[in-house]
């Protein structure tokens, strides 16, 4: 099982680029950058690691994103992603990134968004894997501050294909960015939003109602609400679930306590994705690994959430068609 879920050629659609930072990484770009890290070691940082909730995560996931300067650092950061995630058999990404945590500390769209699309274009040419930029909102920040966001993408719209909404879940409600995902939706931007992971159903409910997103980011919350439940199996709603994020985020104690099986087999369209694996201890692999054994998954349960990975990505009809064909016929010569 362990070698057919590695071979198994899946989709991400829930991975913020920031989180793929590995304290590697994050101690080179602080020596070439010239900036101090509270951390004195690699094992010391890993070793910081342990959090409580989403915040807990969120203070430290901030501070190290600050060694990010260059375009070449957002290069490497979003190129190394993809490199690693195509020797486990990902052939297409849908990719998060906050630009306001960069523009916030005076680095510029264009330098952020130049490094990604750059790697982007070069790991699609020599790689073959395909990814697409999704431009997150961070709702700890007002609604005026997200409006800003929106009008510096506007020169580089060809190369972000959604808007998102993460950061600080509780307290932030999507009511209050409605103004600006409606005017994202108008300029052609899709639309997604985190839901569910720490907040309430209703958070959900409306993230669809009035964000009118076409997925939902974790939603691990539904089942407080079984019409809920109900809605995303009849709309055929995609959930991106993360399933070691919400154990090391403490949503569940553990992994074979996690929603995602039981949802599966009401016929909600749940992924597996990795949210921000260098912080929550695995790739998307990783993740598939952790919850077969833990939740039972059979070979066909697995094809399923690799199926709804590509069914619900945001790729056009033929290249989807192909990496699904592809899939299918990985299922069939390997099962
Ligand atoms: N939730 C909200 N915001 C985030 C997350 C998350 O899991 N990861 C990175 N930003
Ligand atoms: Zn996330």
Known sequence: ???????????????????????????????RNGISLPFGSVDEVRAAYEFTDLQSFLDIYYQAAEVLQTEQDFYDLMWAYLERVHRESVTHAEVFFDPQTHTGRGIPFGVVIGGLSRASVDARATLGISSFLIMCFLRHLPESDAFQTLEQASDFKDSIIAVGLDSSEVGHPPEDFASVFAAARQQGFRAVAHAGEEGPAQFITDSLDLLLVERIDHGVN??????LVERLVDEQVPLTMCPLSSVKLRVFNSIGDHSLKRLLDGGVKVTVNSDDPAYFGGYLTDN???????????????????RNSFEASFLDDDRKARLIGELEGYARSEG
């Open 222 to 227: 539904c089942e407080q609400d079984p019409q």
């Open 288 to 306: 598939y690994l952790a919850v077969q054994p833990a939740l039972g998954l059979d070979r066909a349960d697995v094809v399923q959430l690799a």
């Open 1 to 31: 099982m362990e070698a057919f879920i590695r071979g198994l050629p899946k989709a991400e659609l829930h991975i913020h680029i920031e989180g793929s930072l590995e304290p590697e990484m994050m101690f080179g770009m602080a020596e």
